[in-house]
């Protein structure tokens, strides 16, 4: 289980205002800001670090949990009107497992971050 996450960013502005925006329907806030980075979490507690560094290596996939179904949909449409570019509408993803709801976006710096619920509930 991992405590928290961190990962280069190109512009430090533009990725705490995309993701400040897109995470905001998951209950994400900024949690710690220190030198060149942010941190974003829930109830104070960073979880992913973005760091300012230059352009990343490699893209990422990072999934966040959603806590219901209608914060994946809020997610995507909230990382959409960030600018994030579409990389998978809401919805089930059954060839994972039955309950599987997650919506996908790609980032400024082409990360590909994901909601994700498990629950069977919508």
């Known amino acids: 289980m991992f405590d928290h996450v961190g990962f ?3 512009n430090l502005e533009a990725s705490r205002k995309f993701y400040l925006a897109a995470l905001a329907p998951l209950g994400f806030g ?3 800001e220190k030198g060149g980075g942010v941190g974003l ?7 992913p670090w973005l760091s300012r ?9 990072i999934a966040f949990v959603a806590r219901n179904r209608a914060e994946v949909d809020a997610f995507h449409a909230a990382a959409l009107a960030a600018g994030g570019q579409d990389n998978g509408a809401p919805g089930l993803r059954r060839h994972h497992h039955p309950n599987y709801y997650g919506a996908f976006a790609i980032d400024p710096d082409g990360h590909n971050i994901q909601a994700v619920c498990h629950s069977a509930a919508p």
């Open 8 to 10: 280069r960013i190109g």
């Open 30 to 32: 900024v949690a710690m």
């Open 41 to 47: 979490g829930r109830g104070g507690k960073p979880e």
């Open 53 to 61: 560094g230059g352009p990343p290596a490699s893209p990422l996939h």
